[in-house]
C-alpha cells in the first residue's frame, strides 16, 4: 500500500498554467503504475493521464493531449502534471492513483491507491 498526496491546485485564469505533484510514502513508489483523474461537480470521474514504472511511457485523455505533460521522479517519490493552455472545462478536483497493474491504465478500478484529490479551477 502508498499514500498519496496531491499539492499545487488553485484558481488559474483560463489560458494560464499550473503544476501539480502527487508525493507518495513509502520506498517501492517506483514499482507503481500513477494515474490522474478528476471530477467536476455533476460528473462522474474522468482519466486525465498515466504514466508507467519507467517514466516514459505515457497516456493522455483526447480531452488534454498535447496540454498536460506528466513526469515522475522516482527519487523523490513524485509524479507531476504540468498543465498549459488551461480550459474553464479542466475546473476539476483532481486526483492521483497507484496501480500494481501493468495495462489499462484509463479504467479507474485498476488503481488500489488513491489521494484526497486537489481543486483546479480555471476562470473564463
Known amino acids: 500500500q502508498v499514500q498519496l498526496v496531491e499539492s499545487g491546485g488553485g484558481l488559474v485564469q483560463a489560458g494560464g498554467s499550473l503544476r501539480l505533484a502527487c508525493v507518495a510514502s513509502g520506498r517501492i513508489f517506483s514499482t507503481y503504475g500513477v494515474g490522474w483523474f478528476r471530477q467536476a461537480p ?3 470521474r474522468e482519466f486525465v493521464a498515466s504514466i508507467a514504472r519507467n517514466g516514459v511511457t505515457t497516456d493522455y485523455a483526447d480531452s488534454v493531449k498535447g496540454r498536460f505533460t506528466l513526469s515522475r521522479d522516482n527519487s523523490k517519490n513524485t509524479v507531476y502534471l504540468l498543465m498549459h493552455s488551461l480550459k474553464p472545462e479542466d475546473t476539476a478536483v483532481y486526483y492521483c492513483a497507484a496501480t500494481l497493474y501493468y495495462s489499462n491504465f ?7 491507491d488513491w489521494g484526497q484529490g486537489t481543486q483546479v479551477t480555471v476562470s473564463s
Do not use: N, P
Open 42 to 44: 455533476g460528473k462522474e
Open 106 to 112: 484509463r479504467v479507474s478500478d485498476r488503481y488500489s
